[in-house]
Structure formats: C-alpha cells, structure tokens
Nanobody, 125 residues
Framework: QVQLVESGGASVQAGGSLRLSCAVS????????MGWFRQAPGKEREGVAA????????YYADSMKGRFTISQDNAKNTVYLQMNSLKPEDTAMYYC??????????????????WGQGTQVTVSS
C-alpha cells in the first residue's frame, strides 16, 4: 500500500512563507510524476506544481511561477513545496499526489494514482 503523508500546512499572514513536505512510503523515483495540487472551498482541485522524478524537471501553474518551488529528496523519499510571497488566494487544502506513468498533462488530477490526505494552508491579509 502506497502512502503519501503531507505536512507543513499552517496559518500565515500574506507575504509569508511555508514549506510543505510529502513523505512517500516508497521510493519517489518509482513514480513518473510527483505533484502538488490544491483545492479551495467551492472550487475544483487544481495543479500547483509537479516534478518529473527521473530528471528533476519541474512544472508550475502560471500563478505560482516565481513564488513556489517543488523539489525532491530521493534519499528521504520526500517531495517539498516551498511557498513564498503567499497571498490570501493561496488559501486551500494542499495535496500531494503520485503518478505511475505520464498523466497526459502534469496538472491532470485523473492522471495521478495515489493521493495524500491533504494539509491546510490559510493565508490571512
């Protein structure tokens, strides 16, 4: 059974930073993509960032470019999401996900096979 466990969510003020972690029960390089998604109340789940584990290539949603950084530590089987310059609109539940094969697009939620339980990020103005 593959498990993904997110941590690091918190309440912060606008302009602040957080680092989310996703601990994976199996080697991260077993997965084609590792991604971060988020879902705000009343909204659809959306892609935040993803990393192609073989090469470390990264992908970001336009609104996150320059503010968020996804990275992996294969020795620790952990994927991180460093979030800087946080805005109130970043408030959401953040989920980590793993895809066994190319999901069609890094941001396609239905292309990911395993999901964590989520960690809440709240940004106040």
């Amino acid at each position: 059974q593959v498990q993904l466990v997110e941590s690091g969510g918190a309440s912060v003020q606008a302009g602040g930073s957080l680092r989310l972690s996703c601990a994976v029960s199996r080697y991260t390089y077993n997965y084609y993509y590792m991604g971060w998604f988020r879902q705000a109340p009343g909204k659809e789940r959306e892609g935040v960032a993803a990393i192609y584990t073989r090469t470390g290539s990264t992908y970001y949603a336009d609104s996150m470019k320059g503010r968020f950084t996804i990275s992996q530590d294969n020795a620790k089987n952990t994927v991180y999401l460093q979030m800087n310059s946080l805005k109130p609109e970043d408030t959401a539940m953040y989920y980590c996900a793993a895809a066994l094969r190319y999901p069609g697009s890094w941001a396609r939620t239905d292309g990911y096979n395993y999901w964590g339980q989520g960690t809440q990020v709240t940004v106040s103005s």
